[in-house]
């Protein structure tokens, strides 16, 4: 019995432990660029290393498993020549036969401002033409250490000629 008690007081010593403390709240915003298509002095940042099968029906440019590897401008603005604050660091894969939606996972790797040295990775479902899409943040590292929360990405323009795109990513993370 006193054994028990001892366990009892324990686990509820543990429950007033982390949970009783404050999650810090932030809030980032800024612009990804996607270029699929390279302009003079601004090369591809999105270059395709696997060809898939089928063509996706909305775009037969597009096939069926489709994988790009990414190192795109994340910028304070709509404007590549606004701040940069850093590069989206990953791939994204046509995973869908019949719509465009990829599998997009990327590390968001800061160089410059408060958060400069830290990054934060996300991964899910991107349907292109949804106005909102929401990916989960599945980590971080420095002050994103052990991070959470999710990130809204909003089309700002995409250009369909050119598969060129600017997104608008919102970061609402608890840590």
Known sequence: MLLQMALLSLVALAGTG????TKTRTHIRFYMH????AF????????????????????????FGDMYVI????TEGPDPASPAVGRAQGF???????ELAVL?????????????????ALVSRDAFFDEVRELPVVGGTGVFR???GYGLLRTHI??????????????????
């Open 34 to 37: 996607d270029l699929v298509t």
């Open 158 to 175: 995409f250009n369909t000629s050119e598969m060129n795109a600017v997104l608008k990513i919102d970061m609402y993370l608890r840590r």
């Open 71 to 74: 190192d795109d401008l994340l």
């Open 92 to 98: 994204f894969l046509f995973a869908s036969q019949t």
């Open 104 to 120: 997009l996972s990327f590390n968001t790797v800061f160089t410059a401002g408060p958060y400069n040295g830290s990054t934060i």
């Open 18 to 21: 982390d949970g009783a403390k």
């Open 146 to 148: 052990g991070v959470s």
């Open 40 to 63: 003079p002095g601004r090369p591809a940042t999105a270059v395709r290393i696997t060809t898939g099968t089928t063509p996706v029906p909305v775009d037969p440019r597009v096939r």
